[in-house]
């Protein structure tokens, strides 16, 4: 039986991993959540990894517009905790699975960037997550694992995919962006890949290195929207689209966050799914539990995808 450890077990992409692995009959998991391990405590880390065989970090700083004004802060969580944990990763032999962002890149691609595309951050958020993975891959270049996901939505916490479902519920026009190209990921699906990740690291079936863990196609978020309302009978007109400008948040956003998914097939590992198959799959109707009720949200009729971006 192979012993995991999820930190930031209590966000989105953590609980789902803990559910996919308490199901798992040849896993035994152990979810840190935030107040059990505060990944910016060297010594508490030390005490943690070891007993474990790997490790996946879904931990981070993820606000995006605070990073500008804190970028100091969210690069202690996402850059030096995560160079601490690689660090006694490497000492006690783990693999580690760390979670990064289609962030890192500047969005002037036009066509999906692939896993040894060149980084060129254009927010504090995205050069805060840089140093994580270089961190990952430095210290741990046999055993280290950066999986980049894009705009993730699920069950759990909050995400833009069920800002939508309330405001649509509640009859609101909503003006949602069109001018940012992306693949929306469901969380569960990223969970479920990262345990065959995990699994196949552990084998000695994947290559340690980077992965890009997002669905197939693209879409923008008022695509996203626009498909939500319709797969649940709603009306789509309710959506009206804007630019990113329109929403004056504090940081710059990459307006193509397309990624590409080669090297799942060096694991044997079957890239992720399309994005509208996801997200039929996640809603409610589909064949996967559905959403909890959606609560309320503090701005009502103008969504920003990602002033935050969920774990």
């Known amino acids: 039986m192979t012993r995991w450890l999820v930190t930031g077990a209590h966000g989105m992409l953590g609980r789902e ?21 505060d990944i910016t405590d060297p010594g508490a880390l030390r005490a943690a990894v070891p007993g474990h065989d790997i490790v996946v970090n879904t931990a981070a700083w ?38 990064s962002t289609d962030y890192v890149f500047g969005g002037d691609s036009t066509f999906p960037y692939p896993e040894y595309a060149t980084p060129r951050p254009v927010n504090a958020y995205g050069r805060s997550k840089i140093l994580g993975e270089r961190a990952v891959t430095a210290l741990l270049p046999a055993a ?15 995400n833009f995919v069920k800002s939508i479902l309330h405001q649509a519920l509640r009859g609101k026009q909503l003006n949602v962006v069109d001018d940012q190209q992306g693949q929306p990921t469901w969380s569960r699906a990223l969970a479920r890949q990262l345990v065959k990740l995990g699994h196949g690291a552990l084998a000695g079936r994947a290559p340690a290195g980077i992965y890009h863990g997002s669905s197939s196609g693209q879409t923008t978020w008022y695509g996203l929207a626009r498909a939500v309302l319709e797969h649940l009978g709603l009306d789509p007109d309710l ?17 193509y966050g397309v990624l590409s998914h080669d090297r799942w097939a060096l694991a044997g590992i079957e890239p992720m799914a399309p994005w509208q198959r996801m997200l039929r799959a996640a809603l409610p109707g589909g064949p996967e539990t559905p959403f909890e009720p959606p609560t309320p949200d503090s701005a009502p009729g103008h969504i920003d995808p990602r002033r935050k971006v969920p774990r």
């Not at 280290?144 to 909050?158: C, D, F, K």
């Not at 009206?240 to 940081?251: F, H, I």
Request: charged share 20%.
């Open 62 to 99: 993820t606000d995006v517009d605070a990073a500008e004004a804190h970028e100091a802060a969210a690069a202690a969580v996402n850059g030096r905790a995560v160079e601490d944990l690689a660090q006694v990763c490497a000492e006690s032999r783990v693999p580690l699975l760390h979670i």
């Open 17 to 37: 991993l803990m559910h996919i692995l308490d199901a798992d009959p040849s896993a035994r998991a152990t979810g840190a959540t935030r107040a059990a391990l």
């Open 144 to 158: 280290g694992y950066v999986v980049r996901t894009t705009w993730l939505y699920g069950e759990h916490g909050q």
């Open 239 to 255: 959506v009206r689209p804007c630019s990113t400008e329109n929403l004056g948040r504090p940081a710059p956003r990459p307006s």
